[in-house]
Nanobody, 124 residues
Framework: VQLQASGGGLVQSGGSLRLSCRTS????????IGWFRQAPGKEREAVSC????????SYADSVKGRFTISRDNAKNTVYLLMNSLRPEDSADYYC??????????????????WGRGTQVTVSS
Protein backbone atom coordinates (compact mmCIF):
# COMPACT_ATOMS: atom_id res chain seq x y z
CA VAL A 1 0.00 0.00 0.00
CA GLN A 2 1.43 3.34 -1.04
CA LEU A 3 0.12 6.88 -0.95
CA GLN A 4 2.03 9.83 -2.30
CA ALA A 5 0.90 13.39 -1.76
CA SER A 6 2.05 16.09 -4.16
CA GLY A 7 1.13 19.53 -5.38
CA GLY A 8 2.23 21.60 -2.43
CA GLY A 9 4.16 24.81 -2.79
CA LEU A 10 4.31 28.50 -2.01
CA VAL A 11 1.26 30.60 -2.78
CA GLN A 12 0.04 34.04 -1.83
CA SER A 13 -2.91 34.56 0.46
CA GLY A 14 -6.11 34.21 -1.53
CA GLY A 15 -4.51 31.88 -4.02
CA SER A 16 -5.24 28.26 -4.88
CA LEU A 17 -3.46 24.93 -4.96
CA ARG A 18 -4.57 21.44 -5.89
CA LEU A 19 -3.04 18.58 -3.96
CA SER A 20 -2.98 15.05 -5.37
CA CYS A 21 -2.81 11.79 -3.48
CA ARG A 22 -1.69 9.03 -5.84
CA THR A 23 -2.30 5.55 -4.55
CA SER A 24 -1.06 2.11 -5.46
CA UNK A 25 -1.14 -1.42 -4.12
CA UNK A 26 -4.82 -1.48 -3.23
CA UNK A 27 -8.21 -1.03 -4.95
CA UNK A 28 -8.93 2.63 -4.33
CA UNK A 29 -12.67 2.18 -4.89
CA UNK A 30 -12.80 0.10 -1.72
CA UNK A 31 -11.05 2.67 0.44
CA UNK A 32 -11.84 6.03 1.94
CA ILE A 33 -9.21 8.75 1.80
CA GLY A 34 -8.50 11.53 4.24
CA TRP A 35 -6.40 14.65 4.03
CA PHE A 36 -4.70 15.81 7.21
CA ARG A 37 -2.33 18.63 7.97
CA GLN A 38 0.23 19.52 10.58
CA ALA A 39 1.66 22.96 11.11
CA PRO A 40 4.93 23.50 12.99
CA GLY A 41 4.39 23.17 16.72
CA LYS A 42 0.81 22.02 16.30
CA GLU A 43 -0.96 18.70 16.38
CA ARG A 44 -1.97 16.96 13.19
CA GLU A 45 -5.59 17.62 12.31
CA ALA A 46 -8.16 16.29 9.89
CA VAL A 47 -8.93 18.50 6.93
CA SER A 48 -11.27 16.48 4.74
CA CYS A 49 -12.33 12.93 4.01
CA UNK A 50 -14.06 11.20 1.13
CA UNK A 51 -15.97 7.95 1.14
CA UNK A 52 -17.11 5.88 -1.79
CA UNK A 53 -18.17 8.78 -3.99
CA UNK A 54 -17.68 12.48 -4.57
CA UNK A 55 -20.96 13.14 -2.78
CA UNK A 56 -19.77 11.43 0.41
CA UNK A 57 -17.41 13.99 1.89
CA SER A 58 -16.65 15.80 5.11
CA TYR A 59 -14.68 18.93 5.95
CA ALA A 60 -13.20 20.64 8.95
CA ASP A 61 -15.08 23.82 9.78
CA SER A 62 -11.97 25.87 9.08
CA VAL A 63 -11.91 24.82 5.40
CA LYS A 64 -15.60 24.44 4.55
CA GLY A 65 -16.54 26.40 1.48
CA ARG A 66 -12.89 26.81 0.45
CA PHE A 67 -11.58 23.27 -0.01
CA THR A 68 -13.04 20.50 -2.19
CA ILE A 69 -12.06 16.86 -2.01
CA SER A 70 -12.70 14.54 -4.94
CA ARG A 71 -11.64 11.15 -6.19
CA ASP A 72 -10.86 9.62 -9.57
CA ASN A 73 -10.72 5.88 -9.09
CA ALA A 74 -9.63 5.31 -12.68
CA LYS A 75 -6.51 7.36 -12.00
CA ASN A 76 -6.04 5.97 -8.48
CA THR A 77 -5.94 9.54 -7.26
CA VAL A 78 -7.73 11.71 -4.73
CA TYR A 79 -7.52 15.49 -5.00
CA LEU A 80 -7.83 18.37 -2.59
CA LEU A 81 -8.59 21.65 -4.30
CA MET A 82 -7.77 24.50 -1.96
CA ASN A 83 -9.12 27.95 -2.78
CA SER A 84 -8.96 31.24 -0.91
CA LEU A 85 -5.89 30.07 0.94
CA ARG A 86 -4.91 31.79 4.16
CA PRO A 87 -1.60 31.92 6.02
CA GLU A 88 -3.11 29.68 8.70
CA ASP A 89 -3.51 26.95 6.05
CA SER A 90 0.27 26.63 5.91
CA ALA A 91 1.25 23.11 6.96
CA ASP A 92 2.48 19.75 5.80
CA TYR A 93 -0.45 17.97 4.19
CA TYR A 94 -0.78 14.19 4.32
CA CYS A 95 -3.18 11.74 2.77
CA UNK A 96 -4.20 8.57 4.52
CA UNK A 97 -6.59 5.71 3.93
CA UNK A 98 -8.74 3.09 5.53
CA UNK A 99 -10.94 0.37 4.01
CA UNK A 100 -14.53 1.53 3.59
CA UNK A 101 -15.77 -1.73 5.06
CA UNK A 102 -14.29 -0.72 8.44
CA UNK A 103 -16.42 2.46 8.54
CA UNK A 104 -13.61 4.38 10.21
CA UNK A 105 -14.18 8.01 11.22
CA UNK A 106 -12.31 10.87 9.62
CA UNK A 107 -9.73 11.06 12.38
CA UNK A 108 -6.05 10.34 12.73
CA UNK A 109 -6.80 7.15 14.62
CA UNK A 110 -9.32 6.15 11.98
CA UNK A 111 -6.72 5.86 9.25
CA UNK A 112 -4.76 2.69 8.59
CA UNK A 113 -2.13 3.70 6.03
CA TRP A 114 -0.35 7.01 5.64
CA GLY A 115 1.68 8.62 2.92
CA ARG A 116 4.42 11.20 3.07
CA GLY A 117 3.39 14.80 3.17
CA THR A 118 3.60 17.75 0.85
CA GLN A 119 4.33 21.21 2.18
CA VAL A 120 1.97 24.12 1.67
CA THR A 121 3.09 27.64 2.50
CA VAL A 122 0.73 30.57 2.20
CA SER A 123 2.31 34.00 2.38
CA SER A 124 0.42 37.02 3.64
Amino acid sequence: VQLQASGGGLVQSGGSLRLSCRTSGFPLEQFGIGWFRQAPGKEREAVSCIGNSNSNTSYADSVKGRFTISRDNAKNTVYLLMNSLRPEDSADYYCATAPLVLRRPCTIKGMVFWGRGTQVTVSS
